[in-house]
């Protein structure tokens, strides 16, 4: 089990209070989409993802994103278990969808990048380290049912 | 995944909007680096104050930022460019290469924070990208 001290728990809950899910998600998909290009392999029936500018406006992508974001949110509520939260999503994600779970780790770095965009000043080094391990987290979570 | 023409030029123009704030730039990222990933501060157990914005630190970031700038300039050849960095860190410096990718991520997100306007998804490939190829160049003369 993960310990979370006061200030973890209690930067996480801020963060996700405050989220701005339809702006942030696709935002951070979108981002992922483009620095890492051959994630685009999950996407085939996304449409024109044909360049950055596609891509960002594409609204298939835009509601991804914010499914995406809010995913966390039972993680978020869940903080003393994450692993069993996501143990069905973990299950989808092998078998279903097929997605190497190498892929979440460059889509959580697009979301602290972009969060770090949102928050500013705010996004201190001991915040970033806070919602890093969350996200490191629900990505090991993720990957725990593949074999 | 070297970098296109697109690539510097992208690289080029940020860095022409962002250099003017490189030590803080460098100060913020190694700040933050120290204190996400506290694995790095064994590099620097000769320092007397870790804290971020510490003196040492500040002083540190200036100089990696100045390879970094130097990096831009010699952006067509990096591997010829930064030899003797390379020798630097290979022989003297000996840092395990998993640590550049963990500074460079400290550094988009400072850039992030610092430039949200100019940071576009674009911008960061081509910055994420440089930035690789900046380590695999300090990295030559691992082995």
């Known amino acids: 089990m993960v310990e979370w001290s006061d200030f973890e728990r209690a930067t996480i809950q801020d963060i996700f209070s405050k989220m701005e899910y339809e702006v942030v998600g696709p935002a951070a998909l979108s981002r992922c989409l483009v620095v890492y290009p051959w994630t685009q392999r999950y996407f085939g029936n996304f449409g024109n993802l044909y360049n950055a500018a596609a891509i960002i406006a594409n609204p298939m992508v835009a509601k991804h994103g914010t499914t995406i974001l809010h995913g966390l949110d039972r993680a978020v509520k869940n903080m003393d278990d994450i692993k069993a939260t996501y143990a069905e999503l973990s299950v989808l994600h092998s078998e279903k969808l097929h997605v190497d779970p190498d892929n979440f780790k460059l889509l959580s770095d697009c979301l602290t990048i972009v969060v770090a965009a949102k928050l500013g000043k705010a996004f201190t080094g001991d915040v970033q380290a806070a919602f890093q391990k969350f996200l490191a987290v629900v990505v090991s979570s993720l990957g725990m049912q593949y074999h | ?143």
């Open chain 2, 1 to 143: 995944m070297s970098l296109t023409a697109k690539d510097k030029a992208a690289v080029k123009a940020f860095w022409g909007k962002v250099s003017g704030k490189a030590e803080d730039i460098g100060t913020d990222a190694l700040s933050r680096m120290l204190v996400v990933y506290p694995q790095t501060k064994t590099y620097f157990s000769h320092w007397k104050d870790l804290s971020p914005g510490s003196a040492p630190v500040r002083k540190h970031g200036k100089t990696v930022m100045s390879g970094v700038a130097d990096a831009v300039s010699k952006i067509d050849d990096l591997n010829a460019g930064l030899l003797n960095l390379s020798e630097l860190h290979a022989f003297t410096l000996r840092v395990d290469p998993a640590n550049f990718k963990i500074l460079a991520h400290n550094i988009l997100v400072v850039l992030s924070i610092m430039f949200p306007e100019d940071f576009s998804p674009e911008v960061h490939v081509a910055m994420d990208k440089f930035l690789a190829a900046l380590a695999r160049a300090l990295s030559e003369k691992y082995r």
